[in-house]
């Protein structure tokens, strides 16, 4: 039993005294007690495949539940979803389409047209009012058949240009699809996105996430 527990030291000793204390470079790990443990098992056969990383800034993860999960490659391979709904035969400005450039659609302030919201990562419309909105700018569409509706989808800072402006589409599209499933004409609905270039809130907190992650609209009636 002594002689175990001589063996037992002289191991403990051995673990702790290999490390490399002059390297940068150390492992992905959270308590001495789970090296040791990954350290006897390896002794037995057991492997892990551990993390190597090169500085303290890597040493961690999202903050919260309010984060970025998909990378740009995915969220374009997604995008071909929004496209079962055709695009207007016109764009904004074209010879002869009778719509004007973006500039002349405009922000009603009939207090119809308010700002829907999204979560993190989403395109999707959740929201109770949110829902409500859209169907109340259905009606407006329903009612007055020369005007046009352009939606813009916003993000908010995180991630890149290209993730966001992707993502931004998505959030435009959806709300499209939404209103020509409740009998509006593609033709009069178009979709721009602003990626995180338009913030309205200047600041950096999940709350002012949350305001940014949105989608906006404007109109054009012809005369």
Sequence with gaps: MKKFFYTLTILTLFIFTSCDRSSSTWENVKTAGRYMQKSFDSLWGKEYNSEWIQSEDEFSGPDSGDFIALNEKDLRNSASSDKTYMQPKKSFGDLGSGVPGFSNFKT????????????????????????????????????????????????????????????????????????????????????????????????????????????????????
């Excluded at 207090?111 to 919201?117: A, D, P």
């Excluded at 395109?123 to 046009?148: E, M």
Aim: proline share 3%; aromatic share 8%; with cysteine.
């Design 108 to 223: 009603p302030s009939n207090g119809i047209f308010k700002i829907v919201h999204f979560e993190t990562d989403d395109h999707v419309v959740r929201g109770r009012d949110d829902l409500a909105t859209i169907q109340n700018i259905i009606t407006y569409l329903k009612k007055h058949p020369k005007a046009y509706l352009c939606i813009e989808g916003h993000c908010d800072e995180r991630a890149s240009a290209a993730y966001n402006m992707a993502l931004g589409t998505r959030r435009a599209n959806h709300i499209r699809v939404l209103m020509i499933k409740q009998g509006i004409d593609f033709n009069r609905i178009y979709t721009i996105s602003k990626g995180k270039e338009n913030p309205i809130a200047m600041g950096h907190t999940p709350s002012d996430w949350n305001q940014n992650r949105r989608g906006e609209f404007k109109i054009y009636e012809k005369q």
